[in-house]
């Protein structure tokens, strides 16, 4: 099926839609943005949002936490620390995680564990979820399982409203099923296994799929492709670019309705369809739905437990689940007369020795034990350090293990040491010197006081495009050369003449400043180790947010006085040995 935007105009439900403001387009009128922020305005439909509402998928309860799970959480943690540290605590931030706990693949799973109950399966897997977002400091403001009854409660009031606005019908399905991926499968993306047992497999996932024949609720997908075809060719909320791209083709190839519910003689692990039990909501409908359980829909408005922020400004979610989150979930919102997420962020899987990670290759790597000899934060640095969201990222030991060393260990540790070390440093003071005089000092320290006035903005806009890889380049480099600008001033030579020493003094002020910012602004990576180096120089929490930053401290005469070091007991990042 080929759209063109001319045809759009019928695709749009009257009532459900109102212009865009400024643009001419359609879109679609929200029913719960009843939020008013700090200052009194109200928040409109396609306005500006002021709240940051950034949600992780959750996750499958069928195995165990891995590091492509962790890898999703972080990013999505260190976009929400960093609308936190920049906007301050006059815009509010939610950060939302949680688990995915129905659907055929789970019950199998919980067979083949020999658990006594699917429950109890669910309960012991999500805790470990859960374990693994705290040890890793994932700052979430909910953790929801799709097992609970809030969730239940709002999946059926989300169906009835599906159903109420006539978008869905019964009907006879055909088709191919993906268990492994909880999926429905087109025959032209189905072909034989290599292995010569000529198992019928998915071409996208290569997981076996299984014919099925039966009576299923539909959804009526096909008549929402134009409008979740116009919301990402104007709104262009995918990024990067190339899965925008990818959505285009899929839509462009054409989708049939979707089966949105199974029998449940076939599956009896789910959430049932309200008013017909004999039929099981599918699960990616249910586990969708979780994004509004959390923020409290049914919006009411008036229900002051209620949160009523909708959209969610971003939403985190890897390559294999782009068709759910781009396709499936614009259009089951549009169609309930709510606003699509006004970002998606899809990012490129980890390999492992640059092989897929799976468990039936054996490679599968578990954060947690990685944690106890790399530090949870060195994980964190890691794979925001080498993950890209466009490309692919290997996960290999040795190259953790050396990249940390180096850049935490061997850098930024070494030239916190140096500076806060009694002998260069014996009355334990950082001293700020206002006007030294650039000429005086090395090219070294002149190009770093250059990439220090630079280094807010680039890191800035890294962050904002959750390019987190590149942010920290920024950071190291500048943090490289404040260590090239150390040995050429050779402070243990002038600590000797005297601690009083001009150079030395003026060396020590911009040694500081450099890491005062680059703590700062790493708090959205590395919180953990941003605060102890934040601690060491006796930065009070008040003074640690984005606004912080600029203008640099001997430029701006705020707290320019010499200051005490706090106390430090231990080491900011230990080598780790092979
Ligand atoms: N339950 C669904 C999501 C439902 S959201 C309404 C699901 N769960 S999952 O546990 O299989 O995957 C959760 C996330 O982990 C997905 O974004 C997925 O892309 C990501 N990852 C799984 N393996 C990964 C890697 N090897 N590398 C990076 N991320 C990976 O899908």
Redesign the pocket.
Known sequence: MKLHLEGLSSAFRIGGWRPHRTRGFRVPVIACRKYTTGSGRESTSGSKLDYSFVT?????VNSRP????L??SVIADAYHRFQKIRHGESRPAFLYTGT?EHGMKIEKAAKAAGCKSVADHCDSVSSEFRDMCDRFSIDYSDFIRTTESRHKDTVSHFWRELKNKDCIYKSHYEGWYCVSDEAFVTDSNVTESSDGKKTKISVESGHPVEWTSEENYMFKLSSYLPDVFHWIKTEKPIFPEKFEGTLVRWIEEGFQDLSVSRPHSRLSWGIPVPDDPSQVMYV?LD??V??LTVAGYPFSGSNSSSLNFWPPTLQ??????LK??GIYWPAFLIAAGLEPPRKILC?????VDNK??SKSVGNVVDPISLSEKYGTDGLRYFLLREGTPHSDANFNEEKMRRLLNAELADTLGNLLNRCTAKAINPSQIWPVVENFDENQISIHGKNLIKSLEELFDKVETSYYGLNFYRGLEHIMATVRLANLFVEDEKPWVLAKQSPQNPRLLTMLTIVFETLRTTAIIMQPVVPNLSTLVLDRLSIPNEERSWSNIQPLLWNSGRNASNKDLGNFKSIFYARVKQ
């Open positions: 992780t998928p959750i996750f499958y891995h590091i492509g799970h890898y999703t995915d990616w586990a969708l979780n994004y985190i979610v890897g390559k294999d689940i759910f989150h990012h490129c899987h980890w390999t897929k990670m």
